[in-house]
């Protein structure tokens, strides 16, 4: 698991001992300041608490387990992977959420379980070993659930009392099924995700399903979990973890401003500006911008994640500044404290000359303080205090960013001999651009709120939201159909003009509430816009806000019809995915294989004509797979036929005995001699001389190598290592005699080895590595990595494709179908299995044939064995035996025939 290497090692319990702090709303400040400036987006998370963030984010939820989800929603939208950032005094989880919006494993985790406990649910820390990680369960509804931030998971789990009859597993429900986890997802090569099987993104009945949420999206994997998983012990409720905890003593997010104050924050980052544990590193997704890409719960909100010319969007900053409005007056309980000052003729000047004057400005906000500058037009001396006035040092205003450097408020005091004619000073502030107030596409209300409306007096409050519009001309059926992602803002476009909504509010008007519209173009699909920033400002009476850029417009009003909205991200994968078409019925799948049936018989017939001394894999190993599968799933077939087909098979064998016993073996060698034995276990055959002198042959041939290779390259049931290996064991496992089981359990032992070390490269190599895996008894984990690779590989039609740039076919569909319910990885039940049936079933012909092409280099001279499509027909008969076995097998069993040997594995 990529990721994983990353947290490994960091994620030990450490729960920092907070230093007593003063609350934002308890420092001291100016008689003229207005505190608690709250601006709220109807349709963005509340960061101001961590019980107002549960409330905004779960307010469109009924179940607990679609608030468990909206909870993990919000923290992909404002987190990313990156190293734990910390504090001196302790980092609690709500100021970490609104400055940095960054960290591993267990901070992330413990971000997530300071807003469960908001929720009132109990939590529990739950490490894992192999590979390191900290993973937490949150308890509703009578039992453990797990959602996985930091890896991007979660699975549903079948539960009849849970509203649609399903929840979200625990971990031990996993550890207990863990088909939960390999039939639970299937892979996107294309946009390089899983997703919930059975909920893609693809189109379904004409409608792309965009909303599906995906998962794993920075390189972990299915078997990364499961071995996690199995390496797990819990850890106990701990309030903290690394170096992030639950609470955030003496921290606020209120702002709180004086006159001629402002606070704004970007969604864009100003070079150097960054702070994490110092300036040292700049902070930055580790994983680059894979999980922005293709996930549509992040994507449409902060679309692109990298932006133009590889910037990447990974903080973002804003700048408190405090300036002077001397024009008419100066408000002297403006400042935090004065000494000997008083206002004259548009300047500050010495009450008495004898001694110098000297005011205190604050800057302070909710955001962390990265650099700092200023200048003052007559100060003689600029000194910071960072004990709220108790002592100062001097600093050169012009630059102090090193003295404020991971602050969070100062008090600047600027002396003067003379006169004071002017001050700005400003402190560039970091801030989580995930939880600042976004606008969204369509109608937005804006709440303002300040904790007592007489503290303006006379002076007013101005809002001011700055954005680019924007439109989608692609739809999502186009990204669907072009495998593209919904965040790679792929065929969206913004404007180039920035538009600017200003409101300018008095102490009578509020509680305060605005709208802004935010419309789409016509015959255009909504994007979210650009957003640029958000000021809060305190201005005098009769001065001006500050001023706008020159490219700013004023947006007008939008006709109703143009208001197109996006649904709420919180909310993505709550929902059930679009009704896909039905699955095959039981009588379709029926129907399929009496149709096919008919010709498999013609064509084994036609090869014993034809062929009287040969066995052939294709018209008689696979017809009579086909004919065993369907008579134990309730088809009758002409079972003289089936005994002729098995005892022209042991025939063949039995002419080459002798060679068979020297080594030697027949035309087609390992491939050949393997499908005759599987053909004759297929039918009941019990094990006798000639079969004890096959498998001698078996142990005999290829001894040097750790593998078994085929005579001929005639692809693909004559090509692959993999096959061939795997007839070989399979042989061995059935008719192996037992004076030969230690030469058969070495040679198990070296093929192993080989088959775990060894890559699969197309279809066929990974239908029979997985069958020869499962054979050889390779370890679980191993297994599940071909399992997945195999399902990985199924195409959207529901088929498989035998090599990267053919189309689905049914010889490569079949034969994956069968492997994967025959070595137990996939119930006929999956959906995937159903898609591959639905696949198998289109494509079957009016004559009940499937028609597949040829791409083998003619060696055997061609015959005529009566089944359709000519020069294909041995291609076409193989995939029709491989496609007749994998739909009957998709039927109830009838009661086994205990006198058959039972299969291998």
């Known amino acids: 698991m990529r990721r994983l290497t990353i947290c490994a090692g960091m994620c030990g319990i450490f729960v920092m001992t907070c230093l007593a702090t003063l609350h934002a709303a308890d420092l001291p400040t100016s008689r003229g300041t207005i505190r608690r400036i709250k601006v709220i987006a109807d349709r963005a998370p509340d960061c101001s608490t961590l019980k107002s963030i549960v ?34 005094e302790g980092l609690g989880a709500l100021r970490e959420i609104n400055v940095y919006g960054w960290s591993l494993c267990g901070g992330l985790h413990t971000v997530e379980a300071a807003l469960w406990r908001e929720m009132g649910w109990p939590w529990r820390y739950v490490g894992w070993s192999d590979p390191g990680h900290t993973t937490v369960e949150a308890f509703y509804d009578g039992r453990w659930h797990y959602l996985d931030v930091f890896l991007r998971y979660y699975t549903w789990m079948p539960l009849a009392t849970a509203p649609g009859g399903r929840t979200i597993a625990g971990e031990e429900d996993i550890r207990a099924n863990p088909a939960l986890v390999t039939e639970g997802l299937e892979f996107d090569k294309n946009r390089e995700v899983y997703y919930h099987r059975g909920n893609k993104f693809e189109i379904i009945n004409a409608k792309a399903n965009w909303r599906a949420p995906s998962f794993l999206s920075c390189g972990d994997t299915p078997g990364g979990i499961l071995s996690g998983i199995r390496s797990s012990s819990r850890a106990g409720s701990p309030t903290g973890w690394a170096t992030i905890q639950f609470d955030s003593p003496g921290y606020s997010t209120d702002v709180n401003l004086a006159v001629g104050s402002s606070l704004t924050l970007t969604w864009d980052a100003t070079e150097g500006a960054h702070w994490w544990n110092g300036r040292q590193h700049v902070p930055g997704h580790g994983c680059g911008d894979r999980d922005y890409r293709n996930c549509p719960s992040i994507g449409p909100i902060l679309e692109p994640y990298a932006q133009a010319g590889g910037k990447r969007r990974s903080f973002s900053n804003g700048t408190s500044r405090v300036a002077s409005d001397f024009s008419k007056t100066a408000r002297l309980q403006d400042f935090v404290a004065h000494d000997n000052v008083k206002w004259s003729a548009g300047s500050l000047v010495p009450v008495d000359f004898s001694r110098p004057g000297s005011i205190t400005l604050q800057l302070q906000s909710p955001y962390v303080m ?60 970091q801030c989580n651009r995930g939880a600042l107030p976004y606008l969204s596409p369509g109608k937005n209300s804006i709440a303002v709120e300040i904790a007592d409306p007489k503290e303006l007096e006379d002076s007013r409050l101005v809002v001011t939201y700055a954005y680019y519009p924007g439109f989608r001309s692609k739809t999502y059926e186009a990204l669907a159909d072009a495998g593209a992602e919904v965040a790679r803002a792929h065929g969206a476009a913004w404007s180039k003009e920035l538009h600017v909504v200003q409101k300018v509010f008095s102490a009578q008007d509020f509680p305060a509430k605005f709208e802004i519209d935010i419309p789409t173009p016509p015959g255009k699909l909504p994007v979210y816009p650009r957003m640029v920033y958000l000021r809060r400002e305190i201005v005098a009476a009769g001065s001006q806000p500050l001023p706008l850029a020159p490219n700013a417009v004023t947006p007008q009003p939008a006709a109703p019809e143009s208001l197109q909205t996006l649904p709420n991200p919180f909310t993505i994968g709550i929902t059930l995915a679009l009704v896909k078409p039905a699955a095959p019925t039981a009588d379709a799948v029926r129907a399929a294989v009496t149709k096919a049936l008919p010709l498999l018989v013609r064509g084994g017939q036609g090869a014993l004509e034809k062929r009287k001394q040969c066995f052939t894999c294709h018209n008689t190993g696979l017809t009579v797979q086909a004919l ?278």
């Open 55 to 88: 409330e905004s984010v779960t307010k469109d939820c009924k179940s607990n387990d679609e608030k468990a989800i909206a909870l993990y929603n919000f923290m992909q939208l404002s987190h990313y992977h990156q190293g734990y950032p910390s504090e001196k």
């Open 370 to 429: 990265s650099r700092a500058s200023g200048r003052a037009d007559g100060a003689d001396v600029a000194e910071i205090s960072f004990d709220h006035g108790q002592s100062f040092k001097p600093i050169k205003l012009e630059n102090f960013s090193e003295e404020v450097g991971g602050h969070y408020d100062c008090q600047i005091k600027l002396s003067f001999k003379t006169i004071l004619r002017s001050y700005d000073v400003e402190a560039i502030v």
């Open 628 to 905: 065993t599968t369907a008579r134990q799933h309730g088809f009758p077939i002409d079972e003289e036929h089936l005994q002729t087909l098995l005892k022209h098979t042991a025939d063949f064998l039995g002419r080459n005995k002798d060679d068979y016993l020297q080594g030697k073996g027949q035309g087609g060698q390992i491939d050949t001699a393997g499908y005759a034995l599987w053909t004759l276990n297929n039918g009941g055959w019990k094990p006798d001389a000639t079969t004890a002198a096959v498998a001698e042959y078996l142990l005999q041939f290829q001894q040097d190598r750790d593998y078994w290779r085929p005579q001929s390259r005639r692809p693909p049931t004559e090509q692959s290592y993999f096959t061939s290996s795997f007839l070989a064991l399979r042989g061995l496992k059935v008719y192996g005699t037992k004076e030969q089981s230690d030469r058969i359990e070495a040679r198990y032992t070296r093929v192993r080895q080989w088959l775990i070390s060894t890559a699969a490269t197309d279809t066929e190599d990974r239908v029979f590595r997985l069958r020869a895996l499962h054979l050889a008894a390779a370890p679980d984990e191993e297994i599940q990595k071909a399992v997945q690779e195999l399902l990985q590989a199924q195409r959207e039609d529901g088929g498989w494709s035998q090599l990267p740039d053919l189309t689905s076919d049914a010889y490569a569909t079949g034969s994956a179908l069968v492997a994967l319910q025959q070595s137990g990885a996939l119930a006929v039940e999956s959906p995937a299995y159903k898609k591959g049936l639905a696949y198998l079933i289109s494509t079957q012909l009016e004559d009940g044939s499937w028609h597949v092409k040829t791409r083998s280099k003619p060696i055997q001279a061609f015959f005529e064995s009566g089944y359709p499509h000519d020069n294909d027909q041995f291609i076409s008969i193989a995939a029709a035996g491989w496609s007749t076995t994998a739909l009957a097998l998709a039927l109830p069993q009838l009661q086994p025939d205990e006198s058959k040997p039972k299969d291998p594995k």
